[in-house]
């Protein structure tokens, strides 16, 4: 089946940066919409950061000129360049694949079918 997995997730302090990676397996991710999610304890799934099939990029107002989306088609990965972080971007990272639902809006988690187990970043000030 179907596979994403993430990795690069840490531990960092306030300011610091990390590079998050998706790759996926049994799937070829060229013209899908891949999206990176970010869940913290008591919170709701939100939307990262998408590019889609396109090459279109949106980012949640939350992280736009700190973050940057890029995809590698060729190697089936979607990257999250974390930089200036901030103790609020402390939560589990997600990447998730295929727009099962092309109507909600690209931060809606129900938008999308395939999903990864998670990576967790922790950002201490």
């Known amino acids: 089946q179907v596979q994403l997995v993430e990795s690069g997730g840490g531990s960092v302090q306030a300011g610091g940066s990390l590079r998050l990676s998706c790759t996926a397996s049994?799937?070829?991710?060229?013209?899908?919409?891949m999206a990176w999610f970010r869940q913290a304890p008591e919170k709701e799934r939100e939307g990262v950061a998408v590019?889609?099939?396109?090459?279109?990029?949106t980012y949640a107002d939350s992280v736009k000129g700190r973050f940057i989306i890029d995809r590698d088609n060729a190697n089936d990965t979607v990257y999250l360049q974390m930089n200036s972080l901030k103790p609020e971007d402390t939560a589990m990272y997600y990447c998730?694949?295929?727009?099962?639902?092309?109507?909600?809006?690209?931060?809606?988690?129900?938008?999308?079918?395939?999903w990864g187990q998670g990576t967790q970043v922790t950002v201490s000030s």
């Open positions: 998730a694949s295929f727009a099962e639902q092309p109507s909600r809006p690209w931060y809606d988690p129900y938008r999308f079918k395939f």
């Open positions: 049994r799937y070829r991710i060229r013209g899908n919409s």
């Open positions: 590019v889609d099939g396109m090459g279109s990029i």
